[in-house]
């Protein structure tokens, strides 16, 4: 139906009576997005009103803000239409225009207030009739008389003008609906289900699907405390659960729903602000008991939007999925119905892929489906079932075949066309008959559904590999499997194939000792052997030899036969079977072809390449000076980046090759203020955006404000290397160091391994870098602290060599200089940690990591009042993102400072990291003088229960740490209290 488009004048005197109202007074961000939205449709920009435009104009969103896994957007649209429509039926009903959000559109569209249909319709069943009574009517309507004409208002006059057209359009969209719904139902479930012929009639799909849904756990959202940040992580968490198909998401209020909030597998999500500033804390539990499922506090830069989706997709994976702790609730108490138990043997089948758990799974389901239940869920993984038979060889199903898996898929489609699940099982199917086109396509529409899904992410991942698309493929695998744990195995495969041609070794070696837990199979034990083989284990190389001979003969006499068989990419087949034949195994080549040659082994180029950084200066001024001699001063002395201190355009190819990056310093948009923007210079992606005002940029000011800037870019934890992560470009030099810095906030002995694996192998290449061994002596120290078994034959000797070695390779090195200091805090020797952190910290005062080791030496020789005030500046200089033993540091020098709010804040980010006794200490003398019994008794509990030593005597632990002795006395004292019968 067409309408005249209004005057402006008529939109604007609208849109400002709209804006001033009660319905929109309430809500700031839907009153900026109306305005937005108007005046750039009457300014003639109605081409520009796209998600990402409005997410950067409207909603402060960076030129990184990605709409598939933020939905603000959408969201916030959402809301807007639901203010218009209240408005308009309300305090607006006499509004001559109606402004308009078209579902599908951010154009807005103005209509006359009279067309709208009114909001309280007739039943449907008693519309349908009424329309079919006026569709004769029609072909005889007269036009309006002008003396009636007169007794209505001009929007009457339009509204009956069209109204039999209008009446038309909606009887013939019923009857379509109707037909359609049931040829849909007779395809899905027989024409007996829709003659009636089954008990119940046609209600019984209803029912059935309605009851199938009322098994899953159900689950709630309770924004406890509504911050910016709360309300970013809950519009993401409502994204993500609503997508969740072994759960029910009910998008309302507990006490709302009494009767299932009582019930035993009813859980909610709890989001309210963490003890820092900007923080959130996600905690889940169940309704009936009250028990604590998880407990989980994002930092104030966890909350970003740069890092936020990777965060929330790692919590619903880790709450909701068949691993995740919803489930384990449900088994640990007995709390199963049939449809949860098949869920949780679906999680045992992938973890140990073998005949008897994939039979128990597909038999699980069948009885399901023979029981009348009817899920999305049900016939999608019974889908994956049947493909799993095809190609591992399974007996059960008799007889499976992709044509079955394809029927199973098209139901699951039928009964929830949203299903990101039935989209994975299609790709998988395409898959399996080696349309890889087709199974990107179908995976990247599974990923689009359910973008917080890592399951979604995977599969994409897995499909970009087996499409050729290796780069890609693997940093998707890489990064959703570092948030996926436990997972399928054939996750591992997946990422080998993808390492395997992007050339990583570390990525290889992980996979294939994932793979090494599970039931073998012909390729996983390819994929072990071929890395036996690079490690020169000629050991382990010969029993998995032997292995595949032994086991699987057929694939030992012709592993083409199964790469081919599987629809490998050629590449991926002749570079695997290459290598199996190095390793040992025939290498048979393709009728008429000849065996190519395997290229001969070269050391990668540029393993200890940094990022390099480039500064333009496109503004003129004092301030502007000023700005850009901090950032000389501070980027010539971060180790972690190659700053070159001129402007790309001399170096073109190195510009290009996306590991380069400039700083773009201009004059602001005040008088004074200054305007920092760093960009990478291949994809013109903005990484960060900063603008000082007139007094950030002054003398007194400006090395502050610069420092901040320079924290929350250079560094490991910064926005240059989260870029590099997440683009896969972090290779060498830069995946170790990404990987120290994940240690660093994890604190585990699995990552500690492996990022001092990845140095040692850059060592035994015979590095040049300081770093390396900077970073090879502070593990190494590390591993003595905590008592990891790699590297093996750890000694305080060896790390002393490698950081003197890092030294000579570069005696202005900071990281070098923490590396001496940490040595020197083992011995306890105080004063000389003293001394090279702060070297350290004078040679680079704007890295956060040089002033938090500084910070840390500070207190612990006894200077609290100044380590809290350093330790303070470095966690605010780090914005979110740093290590819990700054935490603790901060702890130690409020608590003996005697400022107990600052101690308290300080330890709460503990609960969150791997528990260890000093971090738990802090935790208990917290809690135990703030007076909470219920807490004081949990740590206590976890503490005998983990570290029983140190509860025998913790002063032990103390002075072998080199304690100060007043820190030690005032330690003991609060454990005394607290109830620690050991603490003498």
């Not at 000389?632 to 980046?641: S, V």
């Not at 470009?729 to 120290?740: H, R, S, T, W």
Request: charged letters at 20%.
């Amino acid at each position: 139906m067409q309408h005249s488009t209004p005057a402006a004048p008529a939109v604007r005197e609208t849109l400002d009576r709209l804006l001033a109202s009660q319905t929109f007074g309430r809500s700031e961000r839907a009153r900026e997005l109306l305005r937005y939205l108007v005046e750039r449709e009457q300014a003639g920009e109605a081409d520009k009103l796209k998600g990402f435009s409005i997410a950067v104009d409207v909603f402060g969103k960076d030129a990184g803000f990605d709409p598939s896994t933020d939905a603000v957007v959408r969201v916030q649209a959402g809301r807007l239409r639901e203010l218009l429509d209240q408005y308009f039926s309300g305090e607006g009903a006499g509004e001559p225009i109606r402004i308009v959000i078209p579902r599908g559109s951010y154009i807005p569209s103005y209509e006359p207030n009279g067309v709208r249909i009114p909001s309280r319709q007739q039943p449907i069943e008693q519309q349908v009739p009424a329309v079919l009574e006026q569709v004769p009517a029609t072909a005889s309507a007269k036009p309006v008389s002008a003396s009636d004409a007169q007794d209505l208002s001009g929007t009457t006059v339009i509204l009956f003008k069209h109204l039999h057209a209008f009446w038309i359009a909606i009887a013939l969209f019923f009857i379509i609906m109707i037909t359609l719904m049931v040829l849909m139902l007779r395809q899905t479930y027989g024409p007996e289900v829709v003659s009636g012929t089954k008990s119940n009639g046609g209600s019984a799909i209803g029912n059935s699907m309605a009851a199938t849904l009322e098994k899953l756990p159900a689950v709630y959202l309770v924004l406890v405390e509504k911050t910016p940040q709360t309300q970013r992580i809950e519009t993401m968490l409502r994204a993500g659960l609503s997508n969740m198909e072994t759960i029910q998401f009910i998008d309302r209020k507990p006490g709302e729903d009494e009767a299932r909030a009582n019930n035993p597998t009813t859980f909610a999500f709890n989001l309210g602000s963490g003890a820092t500033l900007g923080s959130v804390t996600i905690e889940v539990k169940n309704l009936k008991t009250g028990r604590v499922l998880n407990s989980e506090t994002l930092s104030a830069f966890e909350t970003t939007a740069s890092q936020a989706s990777d965060h929330v997709a790692k919590i619903l994976g880790d709450v909701t999925g068949p691993f995740g702790s919803i489930y384990g609730y449900i088994e640990q108490n007995r709390l199963q119905n049939d449809l949860t138990t098949c869920v949780i043997l679906s999680k045992t089948y992938p973890s140990d892929q073998s005949a008897k758990n994939h039979e128990a799974a597909y038999r699980c389901l069948e009885d399901l489906v023979a029981h009348g239940e009817a899920s999305a869920m049900i016939y999608a993984q019974l889908a994956g079932q049947q493909l799993d038979a095809i190609v591992w060889g399974y007996p059960y199903p008799p007889d499976p075949s992709v044509q079955q898996a394809m029927a199973l898929v098209n139901k699951a489609i039928q009964i929830d066309p949203t299903s990101s699940r039935a989209y994975r099982m299609a790709a998988y199917a395409e898959g399996v008959v080696g349309n890889q086109k087709e199974r990107v396509r179908w995976a990247k529409k599974a990923l689009d559904a359910a973008p917080y899904d890592l399951r979604t992410v995977y599969h994409y991942g897995w499909a970009l590999v087996m499409a050729g698309n290796y780069q890609e493929g693997t940093a998707l695998l890489a990064r959703s499997l570092n948030l996926a744990n436990p997972h399928s195995k054939w996750l591992d495969y997946a990422l080998f194939q993808g390492a395997f041609m992007e050339g990583d070794q570390e990525l290889q070696k992980r996979a294939a000792l994932a793979l090494s837990a599970v039931e073998p199979q012909p390729e996983y034990l390819a994929a072990q052997l071929i890395v036996a083989v690079n490690s020169r284990d000629n050991t382990e190389a010969a029993r998995i030899l032997t292995e595949i001979n032994d086991k699987f003969p057929e694939f030992a006499a012709s592993p083409r036969a199964m790469f081919l068989k599987n629809h490998y990419p050629p590449d991926l087949t002749e570079k695997l079977l290459q290598a199996l034949s190095a390793a040992g195994l025939p290498r048979t080549a393709p009728a008429g072809t000849e065996p190519l040659q395997a290229p001969p082994a070269v050391a990668l180029p540029g393993s200890e390449d940094l990022p390099t950084v480039y500064l333009t200066v496109k503004g003129t001024g004092s301030a502007v000076e000023r700005v850009v001699t901090a950032l000389r001063a501070g980027l010539t002395h971060f180790e972690t980046i190659n700053f070159v201190g001129r402007e790309p355009a001399p170096d073109r190819n190195k510009a290009a090759d996306g590991t380069s990056f400039v700083f773009n310093v201009q004059s602001g948009p005040t008088t004074g203020s200054v305007a920092v923007e760093v960009q990478n210079l291949r994809s013109d992606t903005v990484v960060l955006s900063r603008n000082l005002a007139a007094f950030d940029a002054t003398t007194s000011q400006v090395g502050p404000q610069v420092g901040k800037i320079l924290g929350d870019t250079a560094p490991v934890s910064g926005a240059i290397y989260t870029f590099l992560a997440r683009n896969g470009l972090a290779k060498g030099l830069v995946d170790c160091l990404i990987q120290e810095n994940a240690f660093e906030l994890a604190a585990n002995a699995k990552i500690h391994e492996s990022a001092y694996r990845c140095f040692e192998a850059l060592a035994n290449s015979d590095a040049k870098s300081s770093i390396v061994y900077s970073s090879l002596s502070t593990l190494t120290t590390t591993g003595l602290i905590w008592r990891y078994a790699y590297p093996l034959n750890a000694s305080l000797e060896k790390a002393g060599e490698f950081a003197q070695r890092a030294i000579q390779a570069d005696p202005s090195s900071p990281r070098a200089y923490n590396a001496k200091a940490y040595i020197s805090n083992r011995l306890g020797i105080w004063a000389d940690t003293v001394q090279w952190t702060s070297k350290a910290y004078e040679i680079n005062p704007y890295d956060p990591q040089a002033i938090a080791s500084y910070a840390y030496a500070l207190t612990f020789s006894g200077d609290y009042a100044k380590g809290m005030a350093v330790m303070t500046q470095a966690i605010e200089a780090a914005n979110g993102a740093h290590a819990a033993w700054w935490d603790y540091g901060l702890f130690a020098s409020a608590y003996m400072q005697g400022d107990k709010e600052l101690a308290a804040r300080a330890v709460a980010p503990l609960a969150s990291v791997a528990p260890n006794p000093l971090f738990l200490t802090g935790r208990l003398i917290v809690a135990s003088e703030g007076g909470n019994p219920g807490l004081v008794k949990d740590i206590v509990d976890q503490l005998e229960a983990n570290f029983p030593t140190f509860m025998a005597d913790p002063r032990a632990t103390l002075t072998k740490r080199n304690y100060p002795p007043d820190m030690v006395e005032k330690f003991i004292g609060a454990l005394r209290t607290a109830g620690v019968s050991g603490a003498t």
